[in-house]
């Protein structure tokens, strides 16, 4: 098929790295049978009746009728879920979608028509029919889904596309039909695009856009340094590596992403790479070579694995590349037991989207090298994409969807800046912006995001990047070693979130190769990843403070905490992981003991034994496993607490050392029966360290756990510190903090602009409580639950965030606003920012209030010495629910000043928050949850004053402590002239991973000397 490939710069297509100097067969390989049977064995089920305190151990005989040498892997597991009858699917996952497009045909392509006096161009011509697609989720077996996707598009492509390929074959047009979206890609003229747009079937004709990304230039190895480790010199585990804990995974688990597939739509590999070569799925036993259904070129032009650029090779280096310290190979990749395939999406420094759609299809159902015979059980199981367009193109949308119909995981980019991009918020390239793919950005040595990764949201709102990972050691320095296709430079530095993506795809396999049940499971997948990613604070995108954000996602990315929360230990089963390579017919034994004295008393247990062979999508063999223990004689009941070594309760799990455990309840409570003997508890909770006790059993017994916290804890030297000022000599004042934990203390610091100091009236300074009555003439509010009345006068010009105010509205939820919501439905959030309410608010006791239930809302105004003020009083306010009510009033004075005070408060509900907030991006939080520094007596009075970031500023961002060092964080303060005796109030966040305190406050309190000399200037105005 004659194909032209014509240039478009409308978007901007990138291979997202910087570049730094430093650094066959056509037989179709054996890779499993896809009907799962490459195992005979002399049972399925293992069952037995134990006492409580015995073992007993059972053998299974497994025979190889695979037809090859395979090495049996066996994982154990507990009983499926339950099967659930239908499954929610989101509603860009259930079809394939089209490209968004104003017109039906493309204004580019008769640009392009025009401006290159072209006779034919490339163009794709997209149908209107696209299938549902949400059964796949419904279907466990790997190979059945792949095959279930592959067919449902296939034949609506076959089905649809019958009556325009005659059309295209009665023109003489050459074509290239795909079914993975279901369009045509065509070599025509302007008039056959116009003809075919058309077509009643035909959705939109579109121009094959082209971009050009970046080439490597020649280069050689910079010398000095070590590259690999320029933190550890001659380590040869990478520097990358080691910052997500890989290794650990090794070491520890033993797992290493064997029986995974990765694949990268890239540049192309350089498969003969000794780092790559043995990993290479087309490399099989005694080095015989094919590339059937393991590497694809759409231009048809390599008929083996092949990369001019390099920048594919690197990629896929940092997924598997392998070590060998004889041959002074370093190790550069997360998963080297994993296995990878490969599509040449971009062919050199071109990438056009036809062959970008052809690699994604290839990649769902790979054929051998002629484009025949697809085999969708051999497709990738995670697709890594080290490339991004711009922001809020949807065109991949469609291909990202088929993959995650079929279960594979998709990885992208989150893109680099460049001369039309800045680090800015919104930036996120496409389609890592799409909600159903993984948005990878980079970090630097330090774990701070590089200074070329873009930011998030989405164009929609949507939470990007999701995640984070090494991709430069310093930002435009050095970069991550990687496996390179140059004899001269075998291994090079290049930097970009093209380098930190193929660390979440690695981290991905290592989850998929320890609990291999997850494969094709993306949700959970996704959960592990966010629950045990390293949280980073950055509100820079107006993110909440202590959660997720739009600079570092969930997190930097962790695989020693991934992969131990998805593997899968039965703690009374014993069995081998794995047994020697077994010849076709060959036998082995399969020993597997059951332990009774390592489970938490009499009862029926269950379990599974799932063996594989070399490949995870291969359907396994099951082993079904029922334990019965029955009593024994003298067993006894051990009852406990747990509690921390502060006394307060631990929700923990309790059981034998290396045994099954129970929970806790609430109360940190236990009880679990032993048999005679002498055994070891452990109790093991989040953020504790595990607490180990001798206990005999000889008869019941109560045996208390007391646990040591096992994470960072920030300790700051002082809370409150109070500076004077003079005109001539700024000051600076010192916060010490030191990290008395057990675990390094990550943080980063700001400082509020703050626009109020808030004084109570429990501290020196503070204003004095007095509760304000309303005449009984006072009107009263009729508010609905969840209701508001947006027009209560003032009765007084109150000057809030530089606007002069006379009215303002009232929620039944505890709030004062002046601006109006779209909608409200009641609370959505349990702290500050308000996101329905979102400017302006006021919140002396924002919670889930119900005056309509009883109580009164009151207002109106009453004088005092300096003039009147506004009385707002909220008396004995039901919550929603239950019983108690609250107290509360807020006075506005006209000078500016807002005062909370509080009567009677009965126990505070957790949904609560208390402060004031200008924006989203500015609140001035008092307190959240139940535990709100509020009480019965207390006023709290808010004074406006100059933003504290006009008068208050630190160089100090973001640091590591380890435990037990100490740091000093310098703040500058700055004279501000204000009347005497007035004090202004700044407050210095700490933010850090403590999780007893995740922010901690230091407040500044600054006072000003008069300035030695005043002169006052008369400025006379001429009338009119």
């Not at 000889?698 to 002082?718: E, H, I, K, S, Y």
Request: charged share 20%.
């Amino acid at each position: 098929m004659h194909r032209r490939t014509t240039q478009h710069h409308r978007i901007p297509l990138q291979l997202v790295f910087v570049f730094l100097l430093g650094l066959s067969s056509l037989s179709i390989p054996h890779i499993s049978r896809a009907d799962g049977e490459d195992w005979q064995l002399s049972s399925s089920s293992i069952a037995v009746s134990v006492p409580l305190g015995q073992k007993v151990e059972r053998a299974i005989t497994l025979t190889n009728v695979s037809g090859s040498t395979v090495r049996p892997s066996i994982y154990e597991a507990y009983p499926p879920a339950p099967a659930v009858a239908s499954q929610s699917v989101p509603a860009q996952l259930q079809q394939v979608s089209l490209p968004e497009q104003s017109a039906q045909l493309d204004q580019e392509l008769v640009e392009d028509f025009q401006s290159e006096d072209a006779m034919t161009e490339d163009f794709l011509v997209y149908l209107d029919e696209q299938p549902d697609l949400s059964a796949a989720y419904q279907i466990e077996d790997w190979a059945a889904r792949g095959q279930y996707v592959y067919e449902t598009l296939a034949k609506k492509a076959e089905d649809s596309q019958r009556d325009l390929r005659a059309e295209l074959d009665e023109r003489g047009l050459s074509y290239q039909p795909f079914w993975i979206v279901n369009a045509v890609m065509v070599n025509g003229t302007l008039s056959d695009a116009q003809d075919l747009a058309g077509r009643a079937e035909v959705a939109m004709v579109r121009a094959n856009r082209t971009t050009t990304v970046p080439s490597i230039a020649n280069t050689t190895q910079a010398e000095g340094g070590d590259l690999c480790s320029p933190d550890q010199p001659n380590n040869p585990v990478c520097w990358h590596i080691r910052r997500i804990n890989a290794d650990r995974v090794w070491q520890d688990f033993g797992i290493n992403g064997k029986g995974v597939v990765i694949a990268n739509i890239d540049t192309g590999v350089r498969f003969d790479h000794p780092g790559l070569l043995k990993q290479y799925r087309g490399y099989g036993e005694s080095g015989r070579l094919s590339h059937n259904y393991n590497w694809f070129d759409p231009q048809g032009e390599q008929a083996t694995p092949f990369d001019d650029n390099g920048h594919g090779t690197h990629t896929m280096g940092t997924m598997i590349g392998i070590g060998d310290v004889a041959s002074k190979r370093p190790t550069v990749g997360v998963a080297p037991g994993a296995e990878w395939i490969a599509a040449q999406g971009c062919n050199g420094s071109f990438c056009t989207e036809g062959d970008l759609i052809a690699s994604a299809q290839w990649l769902l159902a790979p054929t051998s090298r002629d484009g025949n015979q697809p085999r969708p059980e051999l497709r990738a199981m995670i697709v890594n994409n080290s490339w991004a367009g711009t922001s809020g193109d949807t065109w991949y949308a469609g291909y990202t969807a088929a993959w995650r119909a079929a279960g594979i995981f998709p990885v992208f980019a989150a893109g680099n800046t460049d001369a039309l991009k800045q680090q800015n918020c919104r930036t996120v390239g496409s389609p890592g912006d799409y909600p159903d793919v993984v948005a990878v950005g980079a970090t630097d040595f330090n774990n701070k995001i590089a200074e070329f990764s873009l930011l998030g949201p989405s164009k929609a709102g949507d939470l990007k990047p999701d995640f984070v990972a090494p991709g430069t050691y310093e930002s435009f320095q050095q970069g991550v070693l990687s496996t390179m296709p140059h004899d001269e430079t075998p291994y090079q530095v290049l930097q970009g979130t093209s380098m930190a993506t193929p660390a979440v795809s690695g981290v991905v396999a290592l989850i998929w190769s320890a609990n291999p049940t997850l494969l094709g499971d993306y949700d959970e997948t996704y959960r592990i990843l966010r629950e045990s990613s390293r949280r980073i604070n950055d509100n820079r995108c107006e993110d909440p403070a202590d959660g997720p954000n739009n600079v570092y996602g969930h997190g930097l990315v962790d695989a020693y905490g991934a992969v131990q929360r998805a593997r899968v230990n039965v703690p009374w089963v014993d069995a081998p992981t794995s047994l020697q390579n077994m010849p076709n017919r060959a036998n082995a034994e399969l020993n597997v003991v059951l332990d009774a004295s390592r489970v938490t008393g009499p009862g029926t247990y269950n379990a599974r034994l799932l063996v594989y062979g070399a490949n995870l999508g291969q359907k396994p063999q099951e082993v079904d496993i029922v334990m019965r223990v029955t009593a024994a004689a003298g067993q006894a009941t051990i009852t406990g607490q747990v509690t921390s070594d502060t006394g307060a309760p631990v929700q923990a799990d309790v059981g034998v050392k290396n045994g099954a455990t129970v929970a806790t309840d609430s109360r940190g409570f236990y009880s679990l029966q032993l048999a005679p003997g002498t055994y070891t508890l452990v109790a093991k909770a989040p953020s504790f360290l595990e607490k180990e006790q001798r206990v005999v059993v000889a008869g019941d017994q109560q045996v208390n756990l007391v646990m040591d916290p096992d994470q960072p804890r920030l300790t700051p030297a002082a809370l409150n510190l109070s500076r004077s000022v003079s005109l001539a000599d700024p000051a600076q004042v010192t916060i010490p903090i030191s990290n008395t934990g057990t675990r390094p203390l990550y943080y980063n610091v700001q400082i509020p602009k703050d626009e109020f100091a808030i004084w109570r009236s429990d501290e020196p300074g503070g204003p004095t409580y007095k509760w304000v009555d309303l005449p009984p003439s006072a009107p009263t509010l009729k508010l609905e639950d969840n209701g508001f009345n947006a027009s209560v006068p003032l009765g007084i010009k109150f000057p809030f965030y530089g606007y002069q105010v006379t009215k303002t509205l009232v929620s039944a939820d505890g709030m004062l606003a002046f601006n109006q919501p779209l909608a409200y439905d009641g609370l959505m959030s349990q702290c500050l920012p308000d996101m329905e309410f979102t400017f302006y608010t006021i919140a002396p006791f924002r919670a889930d209030l119900d005056p309509s239930r009883g109580g009164k809302v009151r207002y109106g105004n009453v004088s005092t010495d300096t003039g009147k003020m506004f009385v707002l009083n909220y008396e004995d306010v039901p919550l929603h629910t239950g019983s108690t009510t609250h107290t509360f009033q807020v006075l506005l004075h006209s000078d500016g000043r807002i005062v909370f005070q509080y009567r009677d408060l009965a126990p505070l509900p957790s949904q609560l928050s208390v402060g004031l907030q200008r924006a989203p991006n500015n609140v001035n939080s008092i307190g959240c949850g139940s535990d709100t520094p509020i009480s019965n007596g207390l006023a709290i009075e808010m004074r406006p004053q100059p933003a504290t970031t006009v008068w208050m500023s630190t160089d100090a961002i973001e640091g590591v402590l380890q435990p037990g060092e100490k740091q000093d964080l310098k703040v500058d303060l700055r004279w501000m002239r204000m009347m005497p005796d007035e004090t202004y109030r700044g407050r210095f966040q700490i933010l850090s991973n403590d999780p007893l305190q995740q922010e901690k406050t230091v407040v500044v309190d600054l006072q000003s000397q008069p300035a030695p000399h005043e002169r006052w200037l008369s400025i006379v105005g001429k009338g009119r």
